[in-house]
């Protein structure tokens, strides 16, 4: 199946570690949600900011997530 991306953008106004937490949130509820409603192998996702997401299935069709993020001082 091919690698699709997707873009988020993010609220440019908040502080590096609510959006930290807002991201990961994100990830982990409605992302995840997104990947298993469509039936997808792989997703990546950057939200502009730096910040990255890497999810992938595995065969026990569990789903493996990979964050990134990057903090601004």
Same mark, same amino acid.
């Given at each position: ?5 997707? =873009? %988020? ?6 502080e590096? #570690? ?9 990830v982990?509820?409605?992302? %995840? ?11 990546t #996702? ?9 999810? =992938?299935?595995?065969?026990?069709n569990? +789903?493996? +997530?990979?964050? =990134?993020s %990057? =903090? %601004? +001082?």
């Amino acid at each position: 199946m091919e690698d699709k991306t997707l =873009s %988020v953008a993010a609220d440019e106004k908040d502080e590096a #570690v609510g959006h930290k937490m807002k991201w990961t949130g994100f990830v982990e509820t409605t992302l %995840v949600d997104f990947f298993s409603a469509y039936k997808l192998e792989k997703l990546t #996702v950057e939200d502009g900011n730096g910040n990255k997401a890497k999810l =992938s299935l595995l065969k026990d069709n569990g +789903i493996k +997530i990979e964050l =990134s993020s %990057v =903090s %601004v +001082i």
